[in-house]
């Protein structure tokens, strides 16, 4: 993934980056944007709850999911970069809906990336910071969880970037700032573990990115297959590759493989927006009327559209 210096590359190369708008966007024009392929409004404007109008909301849907069930053999719908929708568009933004209003619409899996800042977490992506401390989400996820008991989220977990004038480890922080959410956490039987639903209901299921943090699952790890190809200009390779990723989790039977299948990719030549706007609507597409497993499912600037298609294909 590019850093924020490539900026300058950018601008060599002629790519114009979405600015922000000089006039807010109503709350008709952020409703009509959630049904677009490519979900985007204009950049330092977000989509929270409050402007979501509740026809989208879906609070409970794995209230249907059978307990049985490992989470490898349910599709769930879930966030690349979670926490960017006040980044800059063409760079690092690849949401628009903030965390909360992405529990609302449905999604249950939460691409994370954390930068140690003296002694806080927040959301960076590369280097740069995306005005949202790790807290907030923590409790944007244990007030939804203990509203929605029948849920589950996924949460991947990564340092971003190296840490800033701190005095104590990533892990030792992260440590810290979970001690006070640990009943939310689910505590896995090994580092390679596929819990079933019933086990993390109401729980947080943590992939660990980093690889010493405690109560989490190692990610990667030989049960899962991931298709992460984040570094290719090539849509059509791309989709290719995301549409192989859906059948092999299709094909699963006894969720001993768990399929982690990542829509987004971003290189200079094709940013992430660029990456939505060359895959979003393919998928959604691909995904019309489909029924059955399509795993972990990670996305960009994704519409509650697509999000439904996912959650419609377990049941």
Same mark, same amino acid.
Request: proline share 4%; glycine share 6%; aromatic share 6%.
């Given at each position: ?196 639903? +019933?086990? @993390?209901? /109401? &729980?947080?299921?943590? $992939? ?8 989490? =699952? #190692? ?65 959604? +597409?691909? @995904?019309? /009327? &489909?029924?059955?497993? $399509? ?8 519409? =509650? #559209? ?10």
């Amino acid at each position: 993934m590019f850093a924020v210096h490539s900026l300058v590359c950018l601008a060599t190369l002629g790519i114009r980056l979405v600015g922000p708008s000089d006039v807010p966007v109503g709350r008709t024009e952020k409703q009509q944007a959630l049904h677009r392929p490519v979900c985007l409004i204009p950049m330092g404007q977000t989509i929270d709850v409050e402007d979501l109008p509740k026809s989208v909301y879906r609070l409970d849907w794995m209230r249907r999911v059978k307990s049985s069930l490992p989470v490898s053999l349910v599709s769930i719908p879930a966030t690349h970069d979670a926490g960017t929708a006040l980044g800059r568009t063409g760079l690092t933004r690849c949401q628009v809906l903030t965390i909360p209003a992405q529990l609302a619409v449905g999604v249950r899996g939460f691409d994370i990336r954390l930068r140690l800042v003296g002694s806080e977490l927040k959301i960076y992506h590369s280097e740069e910071s995306q005005k949202v401390d790790f807290r907030s989400v923590l409790q944007a996820f244990a007030s939804f969880l203990a509203a929605h008991p029948s849920e589950l989220l996924v949460m991947r977990v990564r340092e971003e970037s190296k840490a800033i004038d701190a005095s104590e480890s990533f892990e030792a922080a992260f440590s810290r700032e979970t001690s006070a959410f640990k009943n939310l956490i689910y505590q896995p039987a090994s580092r390679t573990d596929i819990p079933t639903i +019933g086990q @993390l209901r /109401g &729980k947080v299921l943590l $992939l660990d990115n980093y690889g010493k943090l405690q109560d989490a =699952v #190692d990610y990667p790890n030989p049960s899962m297959n991931v298709q992460d190809d984040y570094d290719t200009s090539d849509m059509a390779k791309k989709f290719a590759e995301i549409v192989a990723s859906f059948e092999d989790a299709r094909k699963q039977k006894d969720g001993k493989v768990w399929d982690v299948n990542y829509t987004s990719s971003c290189t200079i030549q094709v940013d992430q927006l660029a990456n939505a706007r060359g895959v979003n609507e393919k998928v959604l +597409g691909y @995904l019309k /009327g &489909k029924r059955g497993n $399509l795993g972990l499912v990670l996305l960009n600037f994704p519409s =509650v #559209d697509v999000v439904e298609s996912i959650i419609a294909s377990n049941f």
